[in-house]
């Protein structure tokens, strides 16, 4: 393992899982609670619009579960990358009096600006950079929370053509369809934020298979020592055929 691969993955990788079991944690709870109880509320309000709602909160989590193993693969190559272009910089600055003394310096440059990427380009070119696999990852999340937000807005609509039926026929008075309304923005909000929290999660994954990748190696040289040999050593020395 190089030395800038390790202190990524105490870094970086790290601190993913700690977002995700900290403040990640936190919101997932309060946003579940959330979900929970605006749903409640808006079955009171009225079921026939609520059930088109949780119709496409469903629809919405069969669409994003290929996105969250998405999501793990893409943080999981972003963080190698990151790794590799520690690393670069780690054994360049470490071994800098080695770097000056053959004039490497143009060497090593190109050798970390090849791990980070172009940053000059809107659509990074087909690497493994960190550029690269972080704007796929930016775009995987934001296009994760934005298709719930989407297909929530889109739901609104559907059941604003039903409460038009449902008013015009006396079943549902406008006070209860405004009360709803409300409640469907509140719900709106609360699932893009279950949808970053997701994302985070999915990130951390990530990141945790990296680090206990590294915990669970079997060293190769055991904890206690060694092996002891058998017989002991008694230092004899035999030189045949030395000219």
Same mark, same amino acid.
């Given at each position: 393992r190089k030395s800038g691969e390790i202190v990524s993955r105490l870094g970086s990788d790290t601190l993913l899982i700690q977002v995700a079991t900290t403040s990640g944690l936190n919101e997932l709870i309060i946003g579940v609670v959330q979900v929970a109880v605006i749903v409640s509320l808006m079955f009171v309000a009225t079921w026939q619009l609520t059930v088109i709602v949780f119709g496409t909160l469903t629809a919405w989590c069969c669409v994003a579960s290929p996105f969250f193993i998405l999501i793990a693969k893409i943080t999981r190559r972003y963080q190698d990358a990151l790794g590799r272009a520690a690393n670069a910089s780690t054994e360049a600055i470490g071994a800098m009096r080695t770097v000056r003394a053959f004039c490497a310096e143009g060497v090593e440059h190109a050798r970390y600006a090849a791990a980070v990427g172009d940053h000059t380009h809107w659509c990074p070119p087909a690497?493994?950079?960190?550029?690269?696999?972080?704007?796929?990852?930016?775009? /995987?999340?934001?296009? #994760?929370?934005? !298709? =719930?937000? +989407?297909? *929530?807005?889109?739901?609104?609509?559907?059941?604003?053509? /039903?409460?038009?039926? #449902?008013?015009? !026929? =006396?079943? +549902?008075? *406008?006070?209860?369809?405004?009360?709803?309304?409300?409640?469907?923005?509140?719900l709106g909000f609360a699932v893009a934020k279950l949808g970053g929290c997701l994302a985070q999660f999915a990130a951390a994954k990530g990141g945790a298979?990296?680090?206990?990748?590294?915990?669970?190696?079997?060293?190769?040289?055991?904890?206690?020592?060694?092996?002891a040999p058998e017989a002991a050593a008694k230092g004899e020395i035999r030189l045949e055929g030395v000219t």
């Open positions: 690497n493994d950079s960190t550029y690269r696999h972080g704007v796929l990852k930016a775009g /995987v999340g934001t296009g #994760l929370a934005g !298709s =719930g937000v +989407l297909m *929530l807005m889109g739901a609104i609509q559907v059941a604003i053509w /039903v409460v038009l039926l #449902l008013v015009s !026929s =006396g079943e +549902l008075s *406008l006070g209860m369809f405004m009360a709803f309304q409300a409640y469907q923005f509140q298979a990296r680090v206990f990748e590294l915990l669970e190696r079997p060293p190769k040289i055991p904890p206690t020592g060694g092996h």
